[in-house]
């Protein structure tokens, strides 16, 4: 069987479901371009069997979404939010556009933002990833190795998206939800999402983007490779443009921005971190700079991030250096920053009952 072959009959053989066999609970997100609602299936047999859902109505990009999710599960399912089913909704007596209906597994309550808005962060994850465990002495390598232990999952979440040739373009903490199941982080909302090696969504819609998060580049693609083919079309794009372009590059700085903030509790809050992305343009993005221009006259919290990044010789502040970097070129892949020595130690884990 080819591949095209055996998704069609996934696909046939999954079960199929409509707007009505679901009960809405709770809201849990409203964006430009969709509703997302805690939900279960009505049939209690069926519901039972499924657990708790997750239900997206989505606008025009729904179908981009749903493309997307599709691909992940063939291709890299543990690096997203368990996809159920995805289908288009016609709107009777056609008012209003056609809508599209996405369903998920529930992974859980909490996204990153919401446990680092937590004082208790990171002890808070913690907790999550093993289990209730006893009350230990906190410091700084503690926290250092819980922080390494998330960059760990995320890094190989994303490290399985890009190697499917696919770039998320919104990694942030609100898109990043623990899996109480799997007792990791899983990477949600792939709305903004670009498959470059197919060419789906290949124009980019900055206006999608979260400027907070955002790489310096505006596109993700130099304007000057060959004219994008109007979305969803299925060509194939050379992967040269990929080695060319390094488009992966863009989560990467994302994620370094993640990491800062889990590092800098001074950094957590939105409009410190909106201030931050001024320091570091205003030194034209070098990091070791804006270190120079903050670290004199440091607040204990802000501190405190160097202190943590400064552990072992300075590996985590080498490592945050390589993901925040003004060309997309210089800063490192996923896949390279999983070997880098910042994770030859050991993370949390049996370990950490003995420190
Ligand atoms: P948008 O940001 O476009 O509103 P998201 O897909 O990011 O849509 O979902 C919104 C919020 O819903 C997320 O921030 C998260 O809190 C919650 N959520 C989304 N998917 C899941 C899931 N599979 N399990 C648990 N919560 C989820
Ligand atoms: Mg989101």
Redesign the pocket.
């Known amino acids: 069987f080819d591949m095209f072959v055996l998704a069609f009959l996934e696909r046939l053989f999954r079960p199929s479901f409509r707007k009505d066999d679901f009960v809405l609970g709770k809201k849990?997100?409203?964006?430009a371009?969709?509703v997302?609602y805690k939900a279960s299936l009505s049939n209690p047999k069926a519901s039972s069997k499924l657990g708790d859902l997750?239900l997206?109505k989505a606008t025009e990009y729904g179908a981009v979404e749903i493309w997307m999710n599709e691909r992940v599960r063939r291709a890299c399912a543990n690096s997203c939010?368990d996809f159920v089913y995805g289908f288009l909704e016609r709107k009777s007596k056609g008012k209003g556009a056609e809508e599209y209906c996405l369903i998920?597994?529930?992974?859980?309550e909490d996204?990153l933002y919401d446990l680092m808005q937590s004082k208790e962060f990171p002890y808070n994850v913690e907790t999550k990833i093993l289990g209730d465990i006893q009350d230990l002495p906190k410091g700084l390598g503690r926290e250092n190795r819980i922080i390494q232990t998330v960059m760990r999952q995320l890094l190989f979440a994303l490290d399985g998206l890009h190697s499917t040739g696919i770039v998320h373009r919104d990694i942030k903490p609100?898109?990043l939800?623990f899996s109480e199941a799997a007792r990791t982080f899983k990477i949600?909302?792939l709305?903004a999402a670009t498959d470059l090696r197919v060419g789906i969504n290949y124009i980019p819609k900055e206006f999608l983007l979260d400027p907070r998060y955002t790489a310096p580049e505006q596109y993700i693609m130099s304007t000057q490779t060959p004219s994008a083919p109007s979305v969803p079309v299925a060509t194939a794009l050379s992967p040269v443009l990929w080695q060319l372009n390094r488009p992966d590059r863009f989560d990467i700085y994302s994620l370094g921005l993640i990491f800062l903030q889990m590092a800098f509790p001074a950094l957590r809050t939105d409009s410190s971190l909106i201030q931050f992305n001024r320091q570091l343009k205003r030194v034209n993005y070098d990091l070791q700079a804006w270190r120079r221009t903050v670290e004199p006259r440091a607040a204990p919290d802000l501190r405190k991030g160097f202190e943590i990044l400064d552990l072992d010789g300075g590996i985590g502040w080498e490592l945050l250096s390589s993901m925040i970097r003004y060309k997309a070129r210089r800063r490192v892949s996923a896949k390279a920053a999983l070997a880098h020595p910042y994770f030859n130690r050991e993370g949390l884990g049996l370990s950490v009952m003995q420190n």
């Open positions: 849990l997100g409203e964006g371009f969709g997302v997750v997206k939010a998920w597994r529930f992974e859980g996204t609100q898109n939800i949600i909302d709305g």
